[in-house]
T-cell receptor
């Protein structure tokens, strides 16, 4: 079956521009996560969705970052007034989101964002 | 700061050898998971071990968990060139969030 799909795969933009990253999770997965990965580093948690609501936004680094999820499916991560330090790979993951916490997360291949 | 820290940061071995990497964490956990990431790709879930388990096997993978020492190890036996990747541990405490370590880069030379 189809996995987690992210678009675009690469995005190059000028400092100060807004960018929108898209994540299409596995069908039926109610939980969706956004992470950021800097070159050669681990993953930094950004935000978690359960359905359309975001019970944990604790990882968003500033108010320039926002995310939404509609219809319990597709999610978009928006970065306003981009800065060079926003350059990273943005990864999306989804899981069944059952309350037992035992569901593995399934990742997309990420969007590589470069801010010039 | 990251919950999990992997050791070593990088590992180079010959095909057929075993690869062992360790993960230490700081707070109480519900479970610990290991993921693999090939270059330029997303992470792939390998194995999950619950906090009340001490050892788990999956194919050529063996994971141990010592909650008293807040540490876990991942052993890959009889490594193959295709095992070349970065390996991350991730811990789950309360809630649904996973906290990832910085990863171990493994190079398996043919």
């Amino acid at each position: 079956g189809a996995g987690v799909s992210q678009s675009p795969s690469n995005k190059v933009t000028e400092k100060g521009k807004d960018v929108e990253l898209r994540c299409d999770p596995i069908s039926g997965h109610t939980a969706l996560y956004w992470y950021r990965q800097s070159l050669g580093q681990g993953l930094e948690f950004l935000i978690y969705f359960q359905g359309n609501s975001a019970p944990d936004k604790s990882g968003l680094p500033s108010d320039r970052f926002s995310a939404e999820r509609t219809g319990g499916s597709v999610s978009t991560l928006t970065i306003q007034r981009t800065q060079q330090e926003d350059s990273a790979v943005y990864l999306c993951a989804s899981s069944l989101g059952r309350g037992d916490g035992l569901q593995p997360q399934h990742f997309g291949d990420g969007t590589r964002l470069s801010i010039l | 700061s990251q919950q999990g820290e992997e050791d070593p940061q990088a590992l180079s071995i010959q095909e057929g050898e075993n690869a062992t990497m360790n993960c230490s964490y700081k707070t109480s956990i519900n479970n610990l998971q290991w993921y693999r990431q090939n270059s330029g790709r997303g992470l792939v879930h390998l194995i999950l071990i619950r906090s009340n388990e001490r050892e788990k096997h999956s194919g050529r993978l063996r994971v141990t968990l010592d909650t008293s020492k807040k540490s876990s190890s991942l052993l890959i036996t009889a490594s193959r060139a295709a095992d070349t990747a970065s390996y991350f541990c991730a811990t789950k405490a309360a809630g649904n969030k996973l906290t990832f370590g910085g990863g171990t880069r493994v190079l398996v030379k043919p």
